[in-house]
């Protein structure tokens, strides 16, 4: 369906209001607010981010890298690198030429032979991500490690040149020595540039190694040498994430077993680790992605660090011996299985153990002697079926036995109903589990719909980690999803569904987090990015209201007795917090003409001011891009009076009042 008759459907189903309205006046709604405690506690990670290496996410994207394969470890191996100047089927004596050695006895096996005959004509160039984006006024490091071979080749000559060939910056770096050495400079653009590339050139004629050429802006997240992309982390910081899920995602499971994320050989010195294929490289035929590899450089050492800049819960997911069953579904045998468990146990020591342990002394020499304190743990992602099952009670023993504090999240498979979404939940009740992931990308109008999911469940099973929804306006893996005020409307009506069931509902978070505009393969995403800005989706700023106004606990607000989950186009949640000593309540109108409410209390004593916080826009198809961010948070000041809240809400709006 087009996403404009998706959208017209959609304003037709949310207009019931509209015929009752006379002459334009505004339906009016006595709520009640009651201020008794429930006994039901916000959790702590109620809202949370998820993190996949999709979209370009981690490389050419959070982590701040801009050379696309510094190591020439991708499977094309010059995948980025171009000799403008060499021919293939010529000895190239009037240039030169570039060839791959390749030791398979290391982890970072090619490095690149390069024959220099005329150091006038040779030119060796990388692309970066999409282009190199470089702003004037920033310095920018490079490194490169490089061995003289033979000849008599004296410096590299460096240069950031923009989309016409001009340089814009250049750096001229004497060789010394023999042997392989670690060359650093810095670079100063003389002008913002979005799609730069870098040029190598020589001075003097012969044969030199080099491998791990890299350049980082010199501003990043905490100022961290080869570390994160600042106004990305800026963005993440400003959510207030209860937890960090990472590093996915069908990442975790990987194509094939061989392809699957194995975190030991993500950590360790950054040169040092082994590339690997990103499985979103060919994950969709729409947005083939050749050049998608991961080098690691954010690593599971990164992730943890990154949780706890955002003071976040780490939540690392891991692989259960299952391949991606949308691919080759390859599975591990179960006597074959250990080395998988052994992976988990690994890890937990990895984050909490003392510097004395094998796998706390590893963490401990890369930076961090204290421990992470890591309490959640996923085994698998969005796995279904028995052989699941068969594997996750091996985890559980291994886990619980070793580490009985650490809580494990299970999965429900990828969908939010259905056969094996029934048998997982039916067979993960039966083992106790404590926190089973529900995964759930449907139309605006299913969200609008499930506000009361889980009205009715089972409050004396296991608790529910919301950990994969967004609306598609489209439809599902449809490359024209928008991120429009209408998926987030509806994402918001649901969320106050979560809140409203935090006795069961205890972690959610959106999906996936971060989109290159140039380097993307699915739709929607919370924050997009090109590779000199960002903004910020209406979704993002939905889950910042709820995230950055969770309270502490829950209580009740309603109409005519009953919860407002839809009736009249009305929801609603209320909380307390009890550290700001603030009542919240979050409402969504998602009809297209004005409410009014009335708020009784009751239990309660409300102080006389009031903040009011609207989010909405005129039109359902409308987005924010890069030029402008349109649909953001407006606050406005009202004063309480007789200790009743009276209060307009706009059509198709989010609206939070926050009371001392």
């Known amino acids: 369906m087009k996403t404009k008759s998706k959208i017209l459907t959609a304003v037709i189903s949310l207009s019931v209001a509209f015929f009752s309205a006379q002459n334009g006046n505004v339906q009016k709604h006595f709520l009640d607010l009651d201020g008794a405690s429930t006994n039901i506690k916000i959790q702590p990670t109620m809202y949370g981010i998820f993190f996949e290496d999709i979209n370009f996410a981690a490389d050419g994207g959070l982590y701040a890298e801009l050379i696309k394969n510094r190591s020439f470890e991708f499977d094309e191996p010059l995948t980025g690198w171009k000799q403008p100047n060499t021919k293939t089927l010529s000895p190239n004596l009037d240039s030169g030429f570039l060839t791959i050695i390749t030791d398979k006895s290391k982890t970072n096996k090619n490095y690149a032979r390069i024959t220099v005959w005329n150091d006038k004509n040779y030119l060796l160039e990388n692309e970066g991500f999409r282009g190199i984006g470089l702003h004037q006024g920033e310095n920018y490091d490079l490194t490169f490690n490089l061995e003289n071979v033979s000849g008599n080749i004296s410096a590299v000559n460096t240069s950031l040149i923009d989309e016409n060939g001009k340089v814009i910056s250049s750096v001229y770096t004497i060789i010394k020595g023999g042997g392989w050495q670690k060359y650093n400079a810095v670079f100063a653009p003389s002008k913002t540039v979005e799609k730069a590339k870098l040029q190598i050139t020589f001075t003097g004629k012969g044969i030199v190694n080099m491998d791990m050429i890299s350049l980082f802006p010199q501003d990043t997240w905490k100022g961290r040498k080869g570390g994160l992309r600042k106004d990305l982390v800026q963005k993440l910081y400003d959510l207030q994430p209860g937890f960090l899920r990472f590093p996915g995602g069908c ?63 780490p939540l690392p997911i891991l692989s259960c011996g299952m391949a991606c069953q949308f691919n080759t579904a390859e599975l591990v045998k179960m006597e074959d299985l250990d080395p998988y468990v052994q992976d988990a146990l690994d890890l937990i020591e990895f984050a909490n153990g003392d510097s004395n342990t094998k796998w706390g002394k590893v963490r401990s020499e890369m930076g961090h002697p204290k421990p992470f304190d ?159 800005k960002s903004y910020a989706t209406p979704n993002y700023y939905v889950q910042k209201l709820f995230s950055n106004n969770k309270g502490t606990d829950l209580i009740k607000i309603s109409e005519n007795g009953n919860p407002l989950r839809g009736e009249n186009n009305l929801y609603a949640s209320a909380v307390k917090d009890s550290k700001k000593n603030e009542v919240i309540i979050k409402i969504v109108n998602a009809n297209p003409l004005e409410k009014s409410v009335e708020i009784s209390t009751s239990k309660i004593k409300l102080g006389k001011k009031m903040t009011k916080i609207i989010l909405t826009s005129s039109g359902l198809a409308d987005e924010n891009n890069f030029q402008s961010e349109t649909i953001i948070p407006k606050e406005e000041n009202q004063t309480i009076k007789n200790g009743k809240i009276s209060a307009d809400i706009p059509a198709n709006s989010l609206v939070i009042f926050k009371i001392k």
Do not use: C
Request: hydrophobic share 35%; proline share 5%.
């Open 251 to 313: 990442i975790v499971e990987g194509r094939t077993l061989a392809e699957r994320y194995q975190w030991k050989k993500t950590i360790g010195k950054v040169e040092d680790r082994e590339n690997l294929i990103n499985k979103w490289n060919n994950g969709f035929p729409h947005r083939l992605t050749p050049d998608y590899w991961q080098s690691f450089g954010l690593g599971f050492f990164e992730y943890f660090q990154l949780a706890e800049d955002l003071g976040a819960e």
């Open 374 to 532: 890591m309490k959640f743990i996923g085994v698998g992602n969005e796995q279904w079926g028995a052989d699941y099952i068969e594997r996750y009670k091996v985890f559980e023993k291994a886990i619980h036995t070793k580490y009985p504090d650490i809580k494990i999240i299970s999965g429900s498979g990828p969908s939010p109903d259905g056969e094996f979404f029934e048998y997982g939940w039916k067979e993960l009740k039966k083992l106790n589990a404590q926190i089973v992931d529900e995964h759930y990308y449907n139309s605006p109008e299913w969200f609008l719909k499930n506000a009361g999911r889980y009205d009715e469940y089972d409050r004396s099973g296991p608790k529910v980690f919301a950990g994969e929804y967004a609306a598609q306006s489209v439809g599902v893996v449809k490359p024209d999803n928008k991120n429009n005020w209408l998926t987030a409307l509806s994402e918001a009506a649901f969320m106050t569904g979560l809140e409203r069931n935090a006795d069961v509902v205890t972690m959610t978070s959106y999906a996936p987090l971060l989109a290159h505009a140039e380097g993307w393969q699915w739709t929607p995403d919370l924050i997009w990015f090109n590779n000199l």
